[in-house]
């Protein structure tokens, strides 16, 4: 399948569209990347091919949008087959690394946001679920390198881009990572390694500036 025709519609600090760098380069495809203006006006080509949702990332391959990062990811790893598997080859494992990407959606964001954005009580509860879902997390790691294993997959390829927000999340939640996660940050620093995540990631400094001045 030729590489030459793919896009991507992203903004710089949006985990989830850094999945999606991560995934291509990994794969070592070359693409176009368009930067998104979500603050002021969306463009034309992401109302066009998000109609639904009209959120990033997009990609267009050959012409045809995929929407949703997991779905995007998962087909990347579909078409370019041929390199750097993403998802595991056996059908158990494969549902069982989609099941851990699906959690990590649900689970994430939403107390991440809410440790942002609000204060108190409100805060609180929002910690308390943000360290539940990552507790859950640190012991599926376990001693493994990655989650998948061995092999760097798609299930760290949906969790590592949180992690250029963490300074945002302690910093704003007044708690350390390292502290209360030691194995999630040395999974982060082993992922760091890679050429492919280290050249996805956001200085997480820009990130946690981006939110102070908003
Ligand atoms: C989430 C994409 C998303 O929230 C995925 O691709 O996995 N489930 C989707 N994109 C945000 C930017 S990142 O926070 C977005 O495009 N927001 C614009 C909007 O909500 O209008």
């Known amino acids: 399948m030729a590489d030459n025709q793919v896009t991507l519609l992203d903004f710089w600090v949006c985990m989830y569209g850094m999945r999606f760098k991560i995934a291509l380069a990994e794969k070592e495809i070359k693409y176009e990347r368009?930067?998104?203006?979500?603050?002021?006006?969306?463009?034309?080509?992401?109302?066009?091919?998000?109609?639904i949702y009209k959120k990033i990332p997009v990609l267009i391959h050959n012409g045809k949008p995929i929407c949703e990062s997991l779905i995007i990811i998962q087909y990347t790893d579909e078409v370019w087959n041929d390199r750097?598997?993403?998802?595991?080859?056996?059908?158990?494992?494969?549902?069982q690394a989609r099941f851990r990407a699906d959690l990590i959606d649900k689970k994430v964001y939403l107390p991440s946001r809410r440790i942002r954005t609000t204060k108190g009580e409100e805060q609180e509860a929002a910690k308390k679920e943000f360290f539940e879902i990552f507790k859950i997390l640190e012991e599926e790691l376990g001693d493994k390198p990655y989650f998948q294993g061995e092999a760097f997959g798609f299930v760290d390829i949906s969790l590592i881009t949180f992690s250029?927000?963490?300074?945002?999340?302690?910093?704003?939640?007044?708690?350390?990572?390292?502290?209360?996660?030691?194995?999630?940050?040395?999974?982060?620093?082993?992922?760091?390694?890679?050429?492919?995540?280290?050249?996805?990631?956001?200085?997480?400094?820009?990130?946690?500036?981006?939110?102070?001045?908003?």
């Open 34 to 51: 368009l930067e998104e203006d979500l603050i002021r006006k969306k463009s034309n080509l992401l109302i066009e091919m998000n109609p």
């Open 164 to 214: 250029s927000w963490f300074q945002t999340f302690e910093t704003f939640g007044n708690f350390s990572m390292e502290v209360k996660f030691p194995k999630i940050i040395a999974w982060t620093k082993r992922c760091m390694e890679r050429e492919s995540v280290a050249k996805s990631l956001p200085d997480p400094k820009k990130i946690l500036e981006f939110f102070r001045g908003a």
């Open 84 to 95: 750097s598997p993403l998802l595991p080859s056996d059908l158990y494992q494969r549902a």
